[in-house]
């Protein structure tokens, strides 16, 4: 029932941008925490950005400066600016979703490629 869903992922140049969205239903009572990980090939998944329910945020260092996590608490949806993008930028980003309530459970999207050529 809980759907957690990604998009904009695709191929861009060195120095290029992107913008990834991802949108999260089915939480009774909403969702608190929401963030950006990603994943290169043969690589662990890595957190890149994470937003509070409030508005604040934390970066990857790697990311600082270049991405910009936000939300809109309407419409349950959380986004990723992506900008002077690099080769090591190259991953599958997930969007996880931390569903708000009494017990702690996240939800994982199925993850989005990003390919950044050179």
């Known amino acids: 029932q809980v759907q957690v869903v990604e998009s904009g992922g695709g191929l861009v140049q060195t120095g290029g941008s992107l913008k990834l969205s991802c949108a999260a239903s089915?939480?009774?009572?909403?969702?608190?925490?929401m963030g950006w990980y990603r994943q290169a090939s043969g690589k662990q998944r890595d957190l890149v950005a994470v937003?509070?329910?409030?508005?604040?945020?934390n970066y990857a260092e790697s990311v600082k400066g270049r991405f910009t996590i936000s939300r809109d608490n309407a419409k349950n949806m959380v986004y990723l600016q992506m900008d002077s993008l690099k080769q090591e930028d190259t991953a599958v980003y997930y969007c996880?979703?931390?569903?708000?309530?009494?017990?702690?459970?996240?939800?994982w999207g199925q993850g989005t490629q990003v390919t950044v050529s050179s």
């Open positions: 937003i509070t329910s409030s508005g604040n945020t």
């Open positions: 089915g939480s009774i009572l909403g969702f608190g925490e």
């Open positions: 996880n979703a931390v569903l708000a309530g009494p017990i702690r459970r996240t939800a």
